[in-house]
């Protein structure tokens, strides 16, 4: 960040002195006098004439930064330096964990941005690195009218205290399922039989194998994949941690039914996880029926569709019975760096989340947001993208809670693949690993 002062002119000032003895001492007061005004006029023409200069930094992820998500970003910055003369704002767009790891080391550097873009799921590692501005006073100084704009959910998860807010909730997303249609029919599959139970999904996947072809990633490889079978099952108080008494909350049966679904799964899938590019690969080559993602894979799979004829279309992730469905939900934020720039950034940030940039946003690539207002808006409340974001959430558990509180020791999750793994392996049987589990993970937590 910059400040800086420009003059239009430069001052100039002679003074010339008198004689000794050339005055008296009245004239030489009255001499004094008129200097001192002429300095202050001087000054004062100065400052008349002078523009103040601020630049700040902005992070956002990588995909936010090219496309027609930078296009948007820009268009964002370009009008608020339009409504602020002076300010000068540098986008720079970053992979996940550049966001990150760049906001930890700057804010121990003192070389930190000024407003940035992360996810929740990362909250208290920028909280515990001092990474994050407390912007309660300024949030409360907003209009109501700007305020309630927004999910009060969402906002409570950046207000760990009510003394303590560190961001101002942005985009959002819920998982679901992509479906290759041309694989499904050479399977002999008709996309119009229902999918909503797990009996259903895998007498489908056992189809797609029989003909040749892969059925889903390898759901055993991360803990986002095993999240979005268990959320069928768990309700909120069975998932995360509990940080005051160490203890992880999640159910031992559910978790074990959770296990032996994978297992069933495994032997249909491609050997890859569901963030591996060959997943993706083979689901736009037409190798893969499912896919289980965000909405962020989206663009990906339009572009194979305009370019190579991709069908494809999107369900809800199966449950183990009607009306039950899986996946995980996560959200991203702005927040506000602790420069000299605070004040500004914060400004900024909540123009950029603010409803009619977030109806742009949301009308332009589908994406699910916080903003209440702006997803309502009949402009994009009916977009067939952010419907299924809509109605997935609604679904799903949070990816890490809570937020701004606490972080996981790196481990933990960890241990939720290995134990996976294990049961895939025919090491353990799916109880044996639940309980397993559980009791590692509470480990992890006393020791952290």
């Known amino acids: 960040m910059q400040w800086m002062l420009h003059s239009q002119s430069d001052i100039e000032m002679s003074v010339q002195a008198g004689q000794p003895n050339a005055q008296n001492d009245k004239e030489d007061d009255m001499g004094m006098r008129t200097l001192s005004f002429g300095i202050a006029t001087a000054v004062l023409a100065a400052i ?11 992070w956002v992820y990588s995909d936010f930064g090219t496309g027609k998500a930078g296009e948007l970003q820009r268009t964002f910055i370009k009008e608020f330096e339009d409504a602020n003369p002076g300010v000068k704002i540098n986008l720079s767009a970053k992979g996940n964990n550049d966001l990150t790891a760049g906001q930890v080391a700057g ?8 407003v940035f873009m992360n996810s929740t799921a990362v909250g208290s590692t920028l909280t515990a690195a001092n990474a994050l501005h407390n912007i309660k006073e300024m949030w409360d100084a907003m209009p109501e009218d700007y305020r309630s704009q927004f999910n009060p959910d969402l906002i409570k998860l950046c207000q760990p205290s009510p003394t303590e807010m560190y961001c101002i909730p942005y985009t959002g997303y819920g998982s679901f399922m992509f479906r290759n249609l041309a694989v499904l029919r050479e399977a ?12 259903q999904w895998l007498a489908q996947v056992e189809k797609v194998t029989a003909a040749g072809k892969k059925a889903v ?4 490889l991360t803990w986002w994949s095993i999240v979005d079978i268990y959320s069928a099952l768990a309700d909120d108080s069975e998932w995360g941690a509990d940080f005051e008494n160490n203890r992880t909350l999640l159910n031992e049966a559910k978790y074990a039914e959770t296990l032996d679904f994978i297992a069933k799964l495994a032997p249909h899938s491609t ?3 569901i963030w591996d590019q060959t997943s993706t690969d083979l689901f736009i080559s037409n190798e893969l029926a499912f896919s289980l993602n965000g909405p962020w894979l989206n663009p990906a799979l339009e572009e194979a569709k305009e370019k190579n004829g991709l069908e494809y279309d999107w369900v ?21 760096g602790p420069t000299d720039n605070a004040e500004m950034a914060f400004k900024f940030a909540a123009h950029v989340a603010g409803k009619e940039q977030m109806v742009r946003w949301a009308g332009a690539l589908g994406r699910f947001n916080s903003n209440d207002a702006a997803l309502n808006d009949p402009a994009v409340k009916d977009h067939p993208l952010l419907a299924i974001t809509r109605e997935a959430v609604t679904h799903s558990l949070l990816n890490k809670p809570p937020f701004f509180k606490d972080a996981y020791p790196s481990d933990y999750w960890q241990i939720m693949v290995d134990n996976s793994n294990a049961v895939i392996d025919g090491d353990m049987t799916a109880a044996e690993a639940a309980e397993a589990t559980i009791e590692q993970l509470n480990e992890v937590l006393e020791d952290r």
């Open 271 to 273: 050997g890859t996880s």
């Open 107 to 114: 804010a121990a550097s003192g070389d930190i941005p000024d």
């Open 48 to 58: 008349s004439t002078t523009a103040w200069s601020q630049t700040m930094e902005y």
């Open 217 to 220: 990633p390898d759901m055993s």
């Open 188 to 199: 002999g599959i008709d996309p119009n039989d229902p999918i909503e139970t797990w009996d």
């Open 316 to 336: 809800l992730v199966p449950g183990p019975e009607a009306g039950r469905h899986g996946g995980v939900q996560g959200y991203e934020f702005i927040g506000v």
